[in-house]
């Protein structure tokens, strides 16, 4: 596994005091999954690992959770990609 940097694509807040945001990143070849780092979005934030299709050459990460995240549409973050074998935690 090694990290890349993803980039923060849209942020919106909803009713009851929750986010949801997507996050873009380019996938080098070989790699399998990716995981995005939820540390900037708050600790309660969720994100579920993204498979990769075959000869896919980027993904959209989706991440949702309560509050109101310091960070703004451009901002990068960091995700985890995952090579062929290698499984997500």
């Known amino acids: 596994m090694f990290p890349v940097m993803g980039y923060v694509t849209r942020i919106e807040q909803q009713d009851g005091d929750r986010f949801s945001a997507s996050v873009d ?3 080098p070849a070989g790699v399998s999954h990716v995981q995005l780092d939820t540390e900037v979005f708050g600790s309660a934030a969720h994100a579920v ?7 896919a050459e980027s993904a959209n990460i989706s991440v949702h959770g309560p509050g ?3 960070i703004e549409v451009g901002d990068e973050t960091r995700v985890t990609c995952f090579a062929k074998g290698e499984l997500p935690d």
């Open 25 to 27: 990143v380019e996938v």
């Open 49 to 55: 690992p993204h498979r990769i299709p075959k000869n």
């Open 68 to 70: 109101h995240p310091e």
